[in-house]
């Protein structure tokens, strides 16, 4: 094996190791970005309005 195999061989090696960071940062902003738009997705959901009391279904009797 010669020098300049060699020397390309390690080049090749950290061009992966470079592009594989970069992947690994696209996915980390990527994920980032859903985990926002679910958090606002999640915030928007209106609260449900209150049970009256007194009305069927609104107390449940565990007694019996």
Do not use: F, R
Request: charged residues 10%.
């Amino acid at each position: 094996m010669d020098i300049s195999s060699i020397a390309a061989a390690a080049s090749s090696n950290a061009m992966s190791q470079v592009q594989q960071q970069a992947s690994v940062s696209v996915l980390k902003k990527a994920i980032e970005t859903q985990e926002q738009s679910a958090m606002q997705l999640l915030q928007a959901i209106p609260a449900p309005p209150p049970m009256p009391t007194g009305t069927a279904g609104g107390i449940v009797d565990t007694w019996a």
